[in-house]
């Protein structure tokens, strides 16, 4: 033990980069390691949406909101379910990694921040995204980390997978095993900072953790779960798996690989109005489909058997309607030729080929074309309704629920410290990013910006203030 790094971090996206940069830049002796060729994680893979208060950006325009505005919000959102200890965390320090990244560079949309976008709003404008999501983000902490490594500030070594967490007789973390090019090595430090993202990509750990949750997902190659599974195994607790909630929706490319989920369906009713109906495994409709609330949306796919449903239309609608997925021009050569595309002559046909009872769904495209007919639809409250389902061909996209980020996760202290069973800190081990849960700062809800900025700013408080070594200085302010 006689080469002991300040810091190691283990993982390199949007976690791990603020925190090494920041623990380099106060002095610390930095080990990152990266499973990956190249760093940034999810930042490749993210829509890049963030939310602050208090920002230098909002004053400028006049926009008050405070921290705990920005905590009560996201909890009204989440109804109460984000953990309050790290939320307040998230929601305290947010506003200062956002007006650092704007310092580094970072340019939102001109007309940002705005109270809503992709899932319920805010009651103030503090969410944020940018042309390029978070590959804009990437954009900025790249350059300055790659100085850190050429100034020796940093020792990066990629394809690097990290095998187990190093603990003394006291159960401390010393270090951690990593393996590279078929050798496995052991580094020791004075903090270990776990930063390795999900494991929804790693099929098999999913099915331990989340059982009975269908994996239907969109995630980074090397969301594998490394940290989470290492940290385990030296006694850290794990939960959260209870707080799962699906993205509506998507659909397999390949019905055999759940990591071939196609992207650019138009399932928002603020994007597109939908002219199909959706309907689960029984043959019914099951929501609203024009509900201006995704939160109900996905809610109401949750509760489905196996998060499952399918988009049914006719010939009529596949005409006229605007295309579902403009990104997939052969898409109507998909129909009756791919697993999940399916078409046939008669509704009973239909409903054949999709596994469901005939008669539920045609007695649920009756009720459905009786309900345009009389201007109301009283079981949903559906609003707009185009044309009725009743010229064939008929047609169905089987779609479900997806993941894009894993519930389960490390529970810490408020310093982030990662804890045992029975709640104790692990001395020296930390974590931050989603190998904390996606629940823990979200709740049982999508709440905006809430996923993506607390990895950030959790990660920039370990660099910049929590993680402690001999010879520490404050960052400069």
């Known amino acids: 033990m006689s080469d002991i790094w300040d810091v190691i971090i283990v993982g390199a996206g949007s976690a791990g980069l603020p925190a090494a940069i920041r623990a380099a830049e106060r002095g610390a002796r930095v080990l990152h390691i990266e499973a990956d060729s190249k ?6 893979l993210s829509s890049g949406q963030i939310s602050a208060a208090g920002t230098k950006r909002q004053k ?40 650092w990244l ?33 590959v804009a983000i990437h954009d900025v902490l790249k350059p300055v980390h790659e100085k850190l490594v050429a100034d020796g500030k940093i ?32 580094v020791h430090g004075r903090n270990i900072v ?18 009975d949750i269908p ?6 190659d090397y969301s594998r779960g490394d940290g989470l599974v290492a940290a385990r195994d030296v006694g850290a607790k794990v939960d959260g798996a209870d707080t799962f909630l699906c993205t509506f929706a998507g659909v397999l490319d390949d019905p055999d690989d759940p990591y071939s989920t196609a992207l650019g369906m138009q399932f928002s009713p603020q994007v597109r109005e ?75 046909g239909l409903a054949q080929k999709m596994g469901v009872n005939a008669a539920n769904l045609e007695a649920t495209v009756t009720a459905y074309n009786e309900a345009i007919d009389g201007g109301e639809d009283k079981e949903f409250g559906r609003i707009r309704m185009f044309r009725k389902i009743e010229q064939g061909p008929f047609y169905a996209i089987h779609a479900g629920g997806i993941t894009v980020v894993s519930p389960a996760g490390l529970n810490v202290t408020p310093d982030l410290q990662v804890v045992k069973e029975d709640g104790a800190p692990i001395p020296n081990l930390y974590a931050a990013g989603e190998v904390l849960g996606f629940g823990r700062l979200s709740g049982r809800a999508f709440v905006n910006g809430m996923s993506l900025m607390p990895a ?8 910049e203030k929590i993680l402690k070594w001999e010879g520490a200085r404050a960052a400069a302010e």
């Open 39 to 44: 760093i940034g994680g999810t930042l490749h």
């Open 215 to 220: 994996l239907r997902a969109w995630t980074n």
């Open 274 to 348: 939908p002219w199909e109906i959706y309907v689960n495994l029984n043959g019914k409709r099951f929501v609203r489909e024009d509900h201006p609330s995704v939160d109900e949306r996905e809610h109401a796919l949750l509760a489905q058997k196996d998060q499952c449903m399918f988009v049914v239309f006719d010939e009529g609608i596949r005409q006229n309607a605007p295309a579902l997925n403009p990104n997939d021009p052969k898409l109507n050569d998909k129909f009756g030729n791919h697993p999940h595309y399916t078409k046939a002559d008669t509704l009973s």
């Open 102 to 134: 704007e310092d580094l560079g970072y340019e939102p949309f001109p007309h940002m921040p705005v109270a809503g976008g992709a899932h319920e709003p805010y009651l103030t404008r503090r969410y944020y995204w940018a042309e390029t999501a978070a």
């Open 60 to 99: 400028k325009l006049g926009i008050h909101d405070t921290a705990r505005d920005h905590y009560d919000d996201a909890q009204r959102i989440a109804e109460g379910t984000i953990d309050p200890t790290l939320g307040k965390l998230a929601t305290d320090n947010a506003g200062e990694t956002y007006d």
């Open 456 to 463: 950030l700013t959790f990660g920039r408080l370990l660099g």
């Open 194 to 211: 776990v930063t390795t993202g999900g494991y929804a990509h790693n099929a098999d750990l999913w099915k331990e953790m989340t059982p």
């Open 155 to 186: 020792n990066l070594r990629l394809s690097t997978r990290m095998t187990g967490i190093v603990t003394d007789e006291s159960g401390a973390a010393v270090g951690v095993t990593a393996e590279s090019g078929g050798k496995t090595k052991t």
